[in-house]
């Protein structure tokens, strides 16, 4: 019996460990790795339990034995998953990244989306390029734009409420309908291609009218 449990976790150990290096394409693995290696780790820890009271019960080396090779096996495919779960999300998290730079408005901004409920948001805006972005419409309160470079960018109907533009470039930006109700909009640069909301005064808000170099 104890040979077949450690059979199985052996296999169950493998398995996690293939899921590891996977690299998130076997999608039966993942449904494996999340569903299964917890639960078989949760049982080979009442396993290890239950022997240990039966090796101090009986005075038996045989079941301490058993136990440790079962604990062993369970912390083991516990961190494996931890590890793989930590490598999906770096992964998932360089993916919404990648699609804050796209050019299809809908997956720039679901890439926002993403970005905020995973408080990657203000990492994500210094890393990717935003020249020329298609974020109509995205939700960018309070978000950090301090010196970014939104040349082109289309920020029709955006949500800019208390952001930090410091510093940022908006030259032939379109911002025509955003809210920036209390952004701060101290040192932006714009040019005469810039689309304000109507009746907003960027040069009341502290920004700087400059042509392009």
């Known amino acids: 019996m104890f040979g077949l449990l450690l059979s199985v976790s052996l296999v169950i150990w493998i398995i996690a460990v293939c899921v590891v290096f996977s690299k998130g394409q076997l999608v039966w693995l993942r449904f494996t790795a999340e569903y299964v290696v917890n639960g078989t780790a949760f049982l080979l820890l009442v396993l290890t339990l239950y022997l240990l009271y039966l090796a101090h019960k009986n005075n038996e080396d045989l079941y301490g034995n058993f136990a440790t090779s ?61 020249q020329e972005a298609q974020l109509e419409g995205a939700n960018l309160e309070g978000a950090n734009l301090e010196g970014a470079n939104l040349e082109g960018a289309n920020l029709k109907g955006a949500t800019l409420w208390v952001a930090k533009l410091e510093g940022a470039y908006l030259w032939g930006a379109n911002l025509k309908g955003t809210n920036l109700l209390h952004a701060h909009l101290e040192g932006v640069f714009y040019d005469k291609y810039t689309i304000w909301p109507e009746g907003f005064s960027p040069q009341a808000a502290g920004a700087i009218l400059r042509s392009r170099l």
Do not use: C, H, M, P
């Open 70 to 130: 079962l604990g062993s096996i369970a912390i083991t495919v516990i961190l494996i998953d931890r590890l793989n779960a930590w490598r999906l999300l770096e992964q998932r998290k360089q993916e919404v990244f990648e699609e804050l730079e796209s050019r299809v408005r809908d997956v720039a901004v679901e890439a926002v989306r993403l970005a905020r409920k995973y408080g990657w948001l203000d990492e994500a805006l210094k890393e990717v390029s935003l």
